[in-house]
């Protein structure tokens, strides 16, 4: 099991910028795939990106393609956020693969983290 505690959420203006972080515990964090989703309220909880144990591939879903970058080091694995528009307002969940290799199916990601708010607005 793999502990995770997500933090860099906040209240931004449209256009601006925030990077999420998510620090990982316990199981050996670098042998495994890392992702992001978010759950904007009355929606289900969606993919918004993932890496690949090594760093090596990326996924993401098409909204945030270009706006967003997912990275990561040896302890941590983080969401780069640009062009933020009020549709990306959600909270914003770091989630710990089975797998090393990055994947956009839900099901592959067993740890989750308690979330941190986006709020996009002016």
């Known amino acids: 099991q793999v502990q995770l505690v997500e933090s860099g959420g906040g209240l931004v203006q449209p256009g601006g910028s925030l990077r999420l972080s998510c620090a990982a515990s316990?199981?050996?964090?670098?042998?495994?795939?890392m992702g992001w989703f978010r759950q904007a309220p009355g929606k289900e909880r969606e993919f918004v990106a993932a890496?690949?144990?090594?760093?090596?591939n990326t996924y993401y879903t098409d909204s945030v393609k270009v706006r967003f970058t997912i990275s990561r080091d040896n302890a941590k694995v983080y969401l780069q956020m640009h062009s933020l528009n009020p549709e990306d307002t959600a909270v914003y969940y770091c989630?710990?693969?089975?797998?090393?290799?990055?994947?956009?199916?839900?099901?592959?990601?067993?740890?989750w983290g308690q979330g941190t708010q986006v709020t996009v607005s002016s």
């Open positions: 890496i690949s144990w090594n760093g090596d």
């Open positions: 989630a710990g693969s089975r797998y090393r290799a990055a994947t956009m199916v839900r099901g592959a990601f067993y740890s």
């Open positions: 316990g199981r050996t964090f670098s042998n495994y795939a």
